[in-house]
């Protein structure tokens, strides 16, 4: 996936990021000058898309809440996302930060803490594709790929690609 790619040229430590996926095709007849800057040369394969950024979600608002009142033009083709959490390896052990703790902080520093680079992307079609990166082992070779890495952030996702009616 390209996008996770340019994620992680862009380093760790980023905002949550929202994109739209819209046909390569489409966006060089509404705008030539893309051309050169995609690398495509002014043609574009009929079922290429091309990652467009959108504004950043608000930091304050939870993702769940962002997402639910997001919605796309049908010009958009499908969405994605990338985020970075912080995991927790399994344990047989209930964990929870104590009373006042500061959650994060307090995650951190607990034994098989991980971070972890989320992208999840979604088209109208109904087809899905995730990946993960885990900064532990950052090396393009370690991505893991597949449909339902994240199976609850792309049944998000795509609920923001539904009509309304």
């Known amino acids: 996936m390209g996008l996770e790619r340019h994620a992680a040229q862009q380093g760790w430590d980023q905002p949550i990021r929202v994109y739209a996926l819209v046909p390569t095709a489409d966006l060089l007849e509404r705008e030539p000058a893309l051309a050169e800057m995609l690398g495509v040369g002014g043609d574009a394969a009929p079922d290429e898309l091309t990652p467009v950024e959108q504004e950043p979600l608000p930091s304050e608002v939870p993702i769940e809440e962002s997402l639910g009142r997001m919605a796309w033009p049908e010009a958009v083709?499908?969405?994605?996302l990338v985020m970075e959490r912080l995991v927790l390896k399994g344990s047989d052990e209930t964990l929870a930060p104590p009373q006042g703790a500061?959650?994060?902080?307090?995650?951190?520093?607990?034994?098989g803490a991980e971070e972890i680079r989320m992208v999840a992307g979604v088209l109208?079609?109904?087809?899905?594709h995730s990946?993960?990166?885990?900064?532990?082992?950052?090396s393009d070779d370690q991505v893991?790929?597949?449909?339902?890495?994240?199976?609850?952030?792309?049944?998000?996702?795509a609920l923001t690609l539904e009509d309304d009616e």
């Open 77 to 80: 083709t499908g969405c994605a």
């Open 102 to 111: 500061d959650v994060g902080e307090w995650a951190r520093g607990q034994d």
């Open 124 to 128: 109208r079609d109904g087809s899905r």
């Open 131 to 138: 990946a993960l990166r885990m900064r532990s082992h950052d």
């Open 144 to 157: 893991l790929n597949g449909q339902d890495l994240v199976p609850a952030l792309t049944s998000a996702l």
